[in-house]
Structure formats: structure tokens, C-alpha cells
């Protein structure tokens, strides 16, 4: 287990605009953003958007855990039961993305037509500021969430965005699960799959 103190995010204390903003910043550099938002000049604010209502809706659906610096966040939501889609998702998300929308709409499709059915806790974001990357912050985020799941005998679902991030999350316990998801002439991601674990 890492050292890096770990804190759960509740709905009193949570400045989600600023979670929203640091995941989205810790996203950029990624092929699916740029499949998203091709210009560099408004991609930050048209993720930070849409972010910013997926992580609002985490908080009543799930749980954010943040490093106690600040500089990491896992946002997860509590697949278990039926969770509803954010209020007026469509009309707050074509007010955040503008005429990028339908590239996320896209995305959130391909998302929820390779979903499992079966009970799980889903991590939608793992974002670690890009300077602090490397200082075992995402695993600490992980392992904190992980001991839970094992503890309940939950499940973890997640989808990988790049091959490092395949990496890290095997580490962890994942596995490739289904087919691969590759969105129009973008790039691909990798549904993962983490069974729980007993000592």
C-alpha cells in the first residue's frame, strides 16, 4: 500500500468544478481527447463541461476519492443498483460541448453498449495532475477504493484509454474484458474487469 493519504469527497466540501478541471487537464494529452475536441484551443473547457456533470452526479451515485494534496482523483460510480442518467444530461451537455456534442455522445453510446451487466463499482476518471504523474498517486487512488470492493466482494469495471494506463490497471488486477472498443476514426479503448479479491 502507498503512503499517499487518500480522502473521500462528499457533497458538503466538494469543489467539483475544480475536480472537473484537474481530471480534464490530466486528460488532454489523450487520443480520445483529441478525438473529442480536435482543437487544442477549447478542448480543456468543452471536457472540463462535460466532466464537471459526470462528476456532480458521482457524488449522489457513487463516491470521488482525492490524494490530501490535491493532485489526484478517482471518481467512481456504485453499479450495484440502477443508476439514472444526470438531470437534463443532453441540454447541459450540448451547453457545455457546444458543437463537439456529438462526438461525446458518441462516446458515452459505445460506453454503455460494452457495459457489463453484472453488479460493480465503475471508475469513470483516474486523473493525477500531469506533474505529480509517476509518484505512485493513481495506484494509492486505486488501492483505496480496491480495499472496499474486496472487502464487499465487488467488482471493478473500468475503461482504458491509452496503453500505459492498460498497464497500470493490470497491475492492479485487471483484465481485458470484451471486445475492444474503437470509436470512428478515433482510437480505441479497453474495457477492464478487476474480481474481487480475498486474502
Not at 471536457?47 to 482525492?66: K, P, S, T
Not at 450540448?94 to 453510446?109: K, N, S
Request: include cysteine; glycine fraction near 8%.
Amino acid at each position: 500500500m502507498s503512503d499517499v493519504d487518500i480522502m473521500s469527497v462528499t457533497a458538503d466540501d466538494a469543489d467539483v468544478a475544480d475536480i472537473a478541471h484537474l481530471i480534464a487537464a490530466a486528460f488532454n494529452p489523450l487520443d480520445v481527447a483529441a478525438w473529442l475536441v480536435a482543437d487544442p484551443g477549447v478542448r480543456l473547457q468543452a471536457m472540463r463541461g462535460q466532466f464537471l456533470i459526470i462528476a456532480a452526479h458521482a457524488l449522489e451515485h457513487g463516491n470521488i476519492d482525492m490524494s490530501s494534496d490535491g493532485h489526484g482523483v478517482a471518481v467512481w460510480f456504485d453499479r450495484t443498483r440502477p443508476i439514472p442518467e444526470p438531470p437534463q444530461y443532453s441540454r447541459r451537455l450540448r451547453r457545455a460541448c457546444g458543437h463537439h456534442t456529438p462526438r461525446f455522445e458518441t462516446l458515452d453510446e459505445a460506453f454503455e453498449q460494452h457495459h457489463p451487466e453484472k453488479a460493480h463499482h465503475h471508475l469513470a476518471f483516474l486523473a493525477v495532475r500531469s506533474d505529480f504523474q509517476g509518484r505512485g498517486i493513481g495506484s494509492a487512488l486505486l488501492e483505496h477504493h480496491h480495499d472496499d470492493l474486496d472487502a464487499d466482494g465487488i467488482a471493478g469495471y473500468l475503461e482504458a484509454s491509452s496503453q500505459a494506463n492498460r498497464s497500470l490497471y493490470a497491475r492492479h488486477g485487471y483484465a481485458e474484458s470484451g471486445p475492444v472498443i474503437t470509436l470512428p476514426e478515433g482510437p480505441s479503448l479497453w474495457p477492464m474487469w478487476r474480481q474481487p479479491q480475498r486474502d
